[in-house]
């Protein structure tokens, strides 16, 4: 039995290409659902109607950052314990560190592989099945 069959997940990037990727790769690990949404208002919506167990959000989207969103996702009592993993192509070490802040569960540089993926979110695994509890 694979370990994500029965996780949804919820893929956040202004960026249609890298959204449909990030939705392929996190099918083929197993996610038994993924959606996508454009924009970080969008993600919220989606996000206040659906439960989801992960949210992979790029750190750099207009208008709503991905720092941004998170900081929504955290002050709402009825999603505050989803899981976020935050992808990034950006370096700075001062992302990172905003990124903790804002309370992103991990944080992963682009470009990664498919392995790269599965084993953060193995690491993940607890936090992700506290959408469950």
């Keep these: 039995m694979n370990a994500f069959n029965d996780l949804r997940a919820l893929v956040v990037d202004d960026q249609s290409m890298m959204a449909e990727l990030l939705k392929s790769i996190l099918g083929k690990l197993g996610f038994v659902d993924v959606a996508v949404a454009e ?7 989606r996000l206040r109607s659906e439960r989801f167990h992960l949210v ?18 955290r002050a709402d009592a009825a999603l505050k ?3 976020v993993l935050m992808a990034t192509a950006s370096r700075d070490i001062a992302s990172a560190a905003s990124a903790k802040h804002v309370g992103v569960d991990d944080y ?3 470009p ?11 690491k993940l695994m607890p936090l992700l099945r506290r959408a469950d509890g």
């Design 39 to 45: 924009s970080g208002a969008e993600a919220l919506e």
């Design 56 to 73: 992979l959000a790029d750190l750099k989207m207009e208008p709503m950052s991905g720092l941004r969103l998170v900081q929504f996702i």
């Design 81 to 83: 314990d989803t899981c």
């Design 108 to 110: 992963l540089l682009k």
């Design 112 to 122: 990664f592989t498919p392995a790269t993926l599965r084993a953060r979110l193995e």
